[in-house]
């Protein structure tokens, strides 16, 4: 007999109007059906309604006669019961549930059709490793006739799927494929796109998250974090763990460890000897994680700059364990193990049996991350359960009854038997779902909210919470309610248990949770965390150790659905980080955090959409951990951010347009490391948030030959003296009035020109005597590549603006190609010289001094081209120096904007000499990280 889904189904008409990416999905996999392409993939964020489009598409085709049958494929029970009820929605013709097929749109899941014989032999066919069920079901979609396959969730097909769809439709050759995925395409592996692109071709149609909040699609939202340290106890065992750490550094750093000491090494490495030299750039395309390294060592003071490099943002700090791991590994492989000495193979072994104290490990392919105890410390913290309670005590005073907070964790309870050495710090229910509940039902702040706790498997929460629970469910299914028992409380907690299961449990928990019967649910990230939908959800609590892109993406669109019952929701995304400072590896946690937001967008406090966790704080930095001294003042920043929701949705600017691009932009930092957003402040005079800086040349005229006023040049100073003087002469020879008169103007002349020099003198100290501003260097930049056809527009699209701590936020309001060239070149123009194929000269003077010698000064300066003497010399950026014509394209504009000399060519031994006097300086004397935006 044939499942399916019953229930009241509305007419087709009748369903709400389509959303604005709705439609254009649609029209985008309309052209795709007159073009006969029949492989489409689209990508909509969470609650965009992804399903509705695969609806409306297959009833596209239905009725067209493109196919006859329709077989939804999800990832769990969850969304294949999402999609019969979708359908039945749409059609008077019920949706199946089975593998049989008999009727026009079945919903299945990915595990119907990927059901492996336990006895198969191994053979290099997937299909041919099917149970027969799964065998059937190929069977019949081949027999289905014209046949479309959605493919929801289809992210799920780079892990687990793939390989058998690929065979399955090389076996359908005329099937109409639809893939439907919310994770963005940006983030997939270089195998993963390839995969993703030979079952679906190219991208139908994609739209971002803030795309959808803008459209007024999603709730607004921000994402916060919590940052806390690990307890007493856990801080006193990892001081200790890292004493092993600093013993192994600090007996690699002996000069007299190894026939080459490991600091002697790295020199050879990275800076070369006599006979053997090394092209950074080379190395750091084949080694980009060891030159990092390296670049860090050369941070600690440990290594000098290597020729040819650049420290970014990432490279200005100490090495990490990771980093220390890099560098030793390549010192024993490439040195220890292959050194013929005796002293230096026993060294190796010594370093070999030292590794796991630390969390890692030996293996044939060198020095290997481990599963770190110390990673499992901080990851399941018994701080996190606290700071959870925080911060739903903050939620709840500032929502009161409207707050539904959901906990995401990792796992119901720890099924496995923690490690020997890790067991007296952390209890098998650390980081668990359970423990959370328990800490919650136990402080008398938060009992009172009702926790509920619910998995695969368990239903739970304080005695009489699960008892109304058991009511509520009676008032539907009193035969259901009659089967279930509430047990006997254990930490005060107790679980609902009977004969049911997750499938049928949900479904009432969710309407427990959003009638407000409980506030917080604690769920799992495996049941909760795709699939489910809640609109009540006004905040997330993260705690999970997930950072794949599907598992954020989900994880962070379970509370952006717009609830009809709350017409101004604002959504908020908390994840609680634990950073330990008293171990190496004690930024693990800061690492996670920093992957969930990778190229996944919010607003910052300055309202622009970023990718990244700077925006979550634009003090943040990808690379390393904010100063745990801060985490308090950090966290209270926080709360003042989420007790202000109108000023977040605010933010969002709901309903303006937008370009749904993501484009690359520059930070030029005028702040120390770390330094807080209160203390910190411009260099210069107090800026207004988010102030536009106007961009304009130094040389207006466009010439800076005009330095005198009125035009007059230095070429005109003699010719200017002759004539004083013949006019004075004629005017005492001619005596009487006229005489007078021509004498007078003759004088005039002689006295004005120290005049005329003293303010030409001025003025080139004004322009000459400090370094050029960001906005002339971005001028030159743009209009350069603008000149060579490497952007769409020049300088009259520079953007810049202050914001609230006085960095400067720089981008190219271009293409994204345009703007992305831009950056980069700015980024480049900004830092270190490196190993640049050109150089350009700046003028440069020094200030005068006063009184009457300054006014000499000046008079020397206004006469002489002495800025020209003593040049400053800068990179010129990669992408305009690679060609001799586009080196020459920049000099001009530099010249325009800057002022300054003729690029020169770095690989001659004139361009060379001055390449090896400026290298490693920084002439801007400025600190940039590049981010990318959303607009």
Request: glycine share 8%; proline share 6%; hydrophobic share 40%.
């Amino acid at each position: 007999m044939n499942m399916s889904i019953s229930g009241e189904r509305q007419p087709r008409n009748s369903q709400p109007p389509l959303r604005r990416h709705q439609r254009e999905a649609l029209d985008a996999l309309a052209d795709s059906v007159a073009e006969d392409a029949r492989r489409s993939w689209i990508v909509l964020p969470p609650g965009a309604g992804k399903t509705r489009v695969g609806i409306e598409h297959a009833k596209n085709l239905l009725d067209d006669g493109h196919v006859a049958r329709v077989v939804a494929f999800g990832p769990n029970t969850a969304i294949q019961t999402q999609w019969a009820n979708a359908w039945n929605s749409h059609s008077s013709d019920a949706a199946g549930l089975d593998r049989k097929l008999t009727i026009r749109f079945t919903a299945l899941t990915y595990q119907s059709l990927a059901v492996f014989d336990e006895d198969r032999d191994t053979t290099n066919s997937l299909l041919n490793e099917l149970a027969p069920g799964g065998r059937e079901l190929v069977d019949r979609l081949g027999e289905a006739g014209p046949l479309l396959l959605i493919l929801d969730e289809c992210h799920h097909l780079l892990d687990v799927w793939g390989s058998l769809l690929t065979e399955l439709l090389d076996l359908l050759p005329g099937v109409w494929v639809l893939g439907l995925t919310a994770t963005p395409p940006g983030t997939m592996t270089t195998a993963q796109a390839e995969l993703v692109s030979g079952l679906f071709s190219d991208i139908r149609y994609s739209a971002s998250i803030p795309a959808v909040v803008r459209e007024g699609d999603l709730a607004p939202f921000a994402d916060l974090v919590w940052v806390t340290t690990p307890t007493n106890e856990e801080n006193s065992w990892l001081s200790g763990q890292a004493v092993r750490f600093t013993e192994l550094i600090t007996d690699i750093l002996d000069p007299t460890q190894g026939t080459v000491p490991f600091l002697e090494w790295v020199d050879r490495r990275f800076l070369g000897t006599r006979e053997q030299t090394v092209s950074w750039a080379a190395m750091s395309r084949s080694k980009p994680e060891l030159c990092s390294a390296a670049l860090r060592l050369h941070h600690a003071q440990l290594l000098r700059l290597p020729p040819g490099a650049s420290p970014a943002e990432q490279h200005r700090r100490n090495p990490d364990a990771a980093d220390w791991a890099l560098l030793i590994d390549d010192w024993m492989r490439h040195h220890l193990m292959a050194s013929e000495d005796p002293k230096d193979i026993e060294l190796a072994e010594a370093i070999r049996r030292a590794l796991p104290a630390i969390g890692y490990r030996w293996t044939r392919n060198g020095i290997r991350a481990g599963r770190s105890p110390v990673d499992r410390v901080i990851a399941y913290s018994a701080a996190k359960p606290q700071a959870t309670t925080e911060i739903i005590c903050t939620e709840a005073a500032n929502l009161q009854e409207r707050m539904r907070m959901l906990v995401l964790c990792d796992f119901e309870s720890l099924t496995s038997t923690l490690s020997a050495d890790v067991s007296g710090v952390i209890s098998e229910r650390s980081g668990s779902a359970l423990l959370v509940l328990e800490t919650l039902v136990s402080d008398a702040r938060t009992t009172g909210l009702r926790p509920l706790l619910v998995s695969g498997k368990t239903v739970a929460g304080a005695p009489e919470v699960v008892s109304e629970l058991r009511a509520r469910i009676a008032e539907s299914d009193e035969s259901l309610a009659s089967r279930l028992r509430v047990s006997e409380p254990a930490a005060g907690i107790s679980r609902l248990e009977g004969p049911w299961n997750s499938r049928t449990w949900v479904p009432y928990v969710t309407d427990f949770f959003t009638t407000g019967q409980s506030q917080v649910l604690i769920g799992t990230r495996a049941l909760l965390g795709e699939g489910w939908d809640a609109p009540a959800i006004t905040g997330l609590i993260d705690l999970s150790t997930a950072t794949t892109p599907t598992a954020v993406t989900q994880t962070r669109g379970r509370a952006l659905r717009r609830d009809p019952d709350q017409a101004h929701k604002v959504a908020l995304n908390w994840t609680v980080v634990c950073v330990s400072p008293d171990h190496p590896r004690g930024d693990q946690d800061w690492g996670r955090l920093v992957r969930k937001h990778d190229g996944f967008f919010g607003t910052d406090s300055e309202g622009e959409v970023v990718d990244g966790v700077a925006h979550i704080d634009s003090a943040f930095s990808p690379y390393e951990p904010p100063a745990t001294e801060l985490s308090d003042e950090i966290n209270a920043r926080m709360i003042a951010r989420s007790q202000d929701r109108r000023e977040i949705a605010g933010r969002w600017q709901v309903g303006s347009d937008y370009r749904d691009e993501a484009l690359r932009s520059v930070r030029i930092l005028q702040r120390t490391d770390h330094q807080s957003p209160e203390r910190s402040g411009p260099t210069s005079a107090d800026p207004i948030r988010n102030d536009e800086v106007s961009v304009a040349p130094r040389h207006l005229g466009g010439d800076p030959g005009h330095i005198l006023p009125f035009g007059i040049r230095t070429a005109t100073v003699v010719p200017w003296i002759g004539l004083g003087l013949v006019l004075l002469l004629l005017g005492v020879a001619l005596g009487g009035s006229g005489g007078v008169v021509l004498a007078v103007i003759g004088l005039g002349l002689w006295v004005s020109l120290p005049v005329a020099l003293s303010v030409a003198g001025q003025r080139r100290t004004d322009l000459y005597a400090k370094p050029p501003t960001v906005g002339q260097l971005a001028g030159a930049i743009a209009d350069a590549l603008h000149n060579v056809g490497m952007s769409k527009v020049g300088s009259e699209s520079v953007r810049i603006s202050v914001d609230a701590r006085g960095d400067l936020r720089c981008h190219l309001d271009a293409d994204a190609r345009s703007a992305e060239v831009f950056a980069l070149a700015l980024d480049e123009a900004v830092s270190p010289i490196a190993d640049p194929r050109y150089l350009v000269s700046r003028w440069s003077l020094p200030q005068t001094s006063t009184g009457a010698r300054g006014l000499w000064e000046r008079l020397q300066l206004g006469w002489s081209n002495a800025q020209q003497s003593d040049p400053v010399w800068h990179a010129v950026p990669s992408a305009l120096g690679t060609r001799r014509e586009s080196a020459l394209a920049y000099s001009q504009a530099w010249d325009r904007w800057i002022g300054g000399g003729e690029a020169i060519y770095t690989r001659n031994p004139e361009g060379a000499g001055v390449l090896t006097a400026y290298r490693g300086t920084n002439p801007m004397q400025l600190a940039s990280v590049l981010r990318t935006s959303w607009r």
